[in-house]
């Protein structure tokens, strides 16, 4: 891909695709809201998606856009199923009037948690919040829509943005105690490292699903652990169930249990390139915030 038009630029993912390319590619780069060199795209709005597509006309779309408050989709499910659902289809219909891959992410929770091996691509996705079920219906209106499509389940993911790493972080000022849930399992995945699968898939025609996560698996509790150790922070973890978390966070998201993804295909596909492990990523993120 030699012209990349990148939606949700500003958010976490959009910003690592950036400095993953640099400037060996020419972006149109468009956000909810403009600013410096962005342009401000809505991807809810089919014409001005096809607008902005004719107008630039960019041979790839990197779909970093999406309503990813997972609580906050259990009260505005309407407005995620336009941003996670009609936002996907509106760019995949793009995709294929001008024949450009089409690139989407979506995620672990599709899946229903109930799991008791690594979940692979062929695996049928059963959401248990409304997040997760709005990321499935915007996975399937891709697949309906266009052909030149890739779609990355990735999870637990940070970078540059609002993410649990930083929150952690951000606790361990103030809090010297806190509880995390210790029987959700999963794979924390860098941007960084997601970043690199995008572009290393961009150089191919293997378009399909692919699950996208840093390899080996954790629970959130020893994951919060593992961040105060490598940064120093004296903080005690009390490891709770997800049930007894809801107790105390009425207001919180169903999520899946056990949501460990298999990046089967890419296992498959690539002899050369591979995630790094979840945590030698966590320890390069770390070194950004030191
Ligand atoms: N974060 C995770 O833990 C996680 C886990 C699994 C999968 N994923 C998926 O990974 C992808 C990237 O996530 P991320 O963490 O990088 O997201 P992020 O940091 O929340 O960034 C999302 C960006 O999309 C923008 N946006 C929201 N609605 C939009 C719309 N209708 N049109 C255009 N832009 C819109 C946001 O703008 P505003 O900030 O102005 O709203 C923000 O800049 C998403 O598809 C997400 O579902 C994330």
Known sequence: MKKILI????????RAIQKEYGDTVTFIRTDMVAGDGVEAL???????????????????IINCAAYTNVDGCETNE???YAANAIGPKNL??????IGAKLFHISTDYVFNGKGTRPYVESDLPDPVSAYGRTKAAGEKFVQEECDTY???RTAWLYGEGKNFVKTMLSLAENHSEISVVCDQLGSPTSAVELAKMIHYLGETEAYGIYH???????????FAEEIFKRMGKNVIVHHVTSEEYAAMNPASANRPKYSILDNQKLHQLSADFQMANWSDALDVYLDTLR
């Open 150 to 152: 890739f779609i990355l």
């Open 92 to 97: 995949a219909i793009v995709a294929k009037e």
């Open 7 to 14: 939606t949700g630029c500003n958010g976490q993912l959009g």
């Open 78 to 80: 309407e407005v995620a």
């Open 42 to 60: 809505d991807i809810t709005d089919l014409e001005a998606i096809r607008e902005i597509a004719n107008r630039t006309k960019p041979d790839g």
């Open 212 to 222: 996208a996560t840093c390899e080996g698996d954790t629970n959130w509790a020893d």
